[in-house]
């Protein structure tokens, strides 16, 4: 980190291509933009920002809900910076209070409750915000009797909260339990990094879990893992397609093809869309066109 400005500065403006890092194909941002940032080559799939995903779900416009809930710093936490100054820079420089935005609207004219998490901030970590904003979510969701998703992209639990971080795993677990017991489809998407706390709750309690290709998703990292029993971790180990293989989700969908997917996919737990516009007058005792 830090190298960038010793380098020779470049007369290509900034952010204008982009390499892809699997294939190395340089992209034009637009194109990739337009393509919801997947490889038009080899079908990479770029991390995007919570609001970039709720842009690929839903119609149009979305109603974001609990905007202002921030974090108290509830231990006074100090790593190699105050906990209190990261969280102020995060904000400053993602323009969100915290890890996850909640927002209302519809999917192919399904209405939805999506909570879409921020890797940007603090790595997505799930604090006390995240787990009340998540848990808002699943009671609004049972509330206004609307299929829920999640879609995860985090580090796990946020450490600088510590044991109040973990509580999380429960409370969000413990509200997904009631949106079962109404019978309420929750979908939970799990897209590159899933991993810690959040992978051991409620990213793995979907009625469908679906990951993105080729996404990191586990509890512990696998240089972790490898370190702890020694071994060497099998190919593809804790990427989504060894999970699907392994029976830990359900099924690994193209980014392009997600709002499809879900709009199949929560028509057959029941969802039914809203009405597309209020229907034609129709004049009494007037006669329709005869077909043809
Ligand atoms: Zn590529």
């Given at each position: 980190?830090?190298?960038?400005?010793?380098?020779?500065?470049?007369?290509?403006?900034?952010?204008?291509?982009?390499?892809?890092?699997?294939?190395?194909?340089?992209?034009?941002?637009?194109?990739?933009?337009?393509?919801?940032?997947?490889?038009?080559?080899?079908?990479?799939?770029?991390?995007?920002?919570?609001?970039?995903?709720?842009?690929?779900?839903?119609?149009?416009?979305?109603?974001?809900?609990?905007?202002?809930?921030?974090?108290?710093?509830?231990?006074?936490?100090?790593?190699?910076?105050?906990?209190?100054?990261?969280?102020?820079?995060?904000?400053?420089?993602?323009?969100?209070?915290?890890?996850?935005?909640?927002?209302?609207?519809?999917?192919?004219?399904?209405?939805?409750?999506?909570?879409?998490?921020?890797?940007?901030?603090?790595?997505?970590?799930?604090?006390?915000?995240?787990?009340?904003?998540?848990?808002?979510?699943?009671?609004?969701?049972?509330?206004?009797?609307?299929?829920?998703?999640?879609?995860?992209?985090?580090?796990?639990?946020?450490?600088?909260?510590?044991?109040?971080?973990?509580?999380?795993?429960?409370?969000?677990?413990?509200?997904?339990?009631?949106?079962?017991?109404?019978?309420?489809?929750?979908?939970?998407?799990?897209?590159?990094?899933?991993?810690?706390?959040?992978?051991?709750?409620?990213?793995?309690?979907?009625?469908?879990?679906?990951?993105?290709?080729?996404?990191?998703?586990?509890?512990?990292?696998?240089?972790?893992?490898?370190?702890?029993?020694?071994?060497?971790?099998?190919?593809?180990?804790?990427?989504?397609?060894?999970?699907?293989?392994?029976?830990?989700?359900?099924?690994?969908?193209?980014?392009?093809?997600m709002k499809t997917v879900l709009e199949r996919a929560l028509q057959f737990f029941g969802a039914?869309?809203?009405?597309?516009?209020?229907?034609?007058?129709?004049?009494?005792?007037?006669?329709?066109?005869?077909?043809?």
């Amino acid at each position: 980190m830090g190298s960038a400005s010793a380098e020779k500065p470049s007369r290509v403006p900034e952010g204008l291509w982009v390499k892809c890092p699997d294939c190395a194909q340089v992209l034009y941002n637009k194109d990739l933009e337009k393509n919801l940032h997947v490889c038009p080559k080899c079908a990479h799939h770029f991390r995007i920002s919570a609001a970039e995903r709720l842009r690929a779900l839903l119609d149009d416009d979305w109603t974001e809900h609990f905007p202002d809930l921030t974090s108290n710093d509830p231990l006074r936490f100090a790593d190699t910076k105050l906990y209190r100054d990261r969280l102020r820079t995060t904000m400053e420089a993602t323009g969100l209070k915290d890890a996850v935005i909640v927002a209302t609207g519809r999917l192919n004219r399904l209405d939805v409750v999506v909570a879409a998490m921020e890797y940007a901030f603090i790595g997505g970590s799930m604090g006390v915000v995240v787990g009340e904003k998540i848990t808002r979510a699943v009671e609004m969701a049972l509330e206004r009797r609307q299929p829920l998703i999640v879609v995860s992209c985090s580090g796990g639990a946020r450490m600088m909260e510590g044991a109040l971080s973990l509580m999380q795993m429960a409370k969000i677990s413990a509200a997904l339990a009631r949106l079962d017991r109404a019978r309420l489809p929750f979908v939970s998407i799990l897209t590159d990094p899933t991993t810690g706390g959040v992978t051991a709750s409620f990213a793995m309690l979907g009625d469908l879990n679906i990951g993105e290709p080729k996404a990191l998703i586990g509890f512990a990292g696998p240089r972790v893992i490898e370190q702890t029993i020694r071994q060497k971790l099998p190919a593809g180990f804790q990427r989504s397609e060894f999970l699907v293989e392994h029976g830990m989700l359900d099924l690994i969908v193209d980014r392009r093809e997600m709002k499809t997917v879900l709009e199949r996919a929560l028509q057959f737990f029941g969802a039914r869309p809203a009405p597309a516009a209020p229907p034609p007058l129709v004049v009494a005792g007037a006669d329709a066109e005869p077909p043809g």
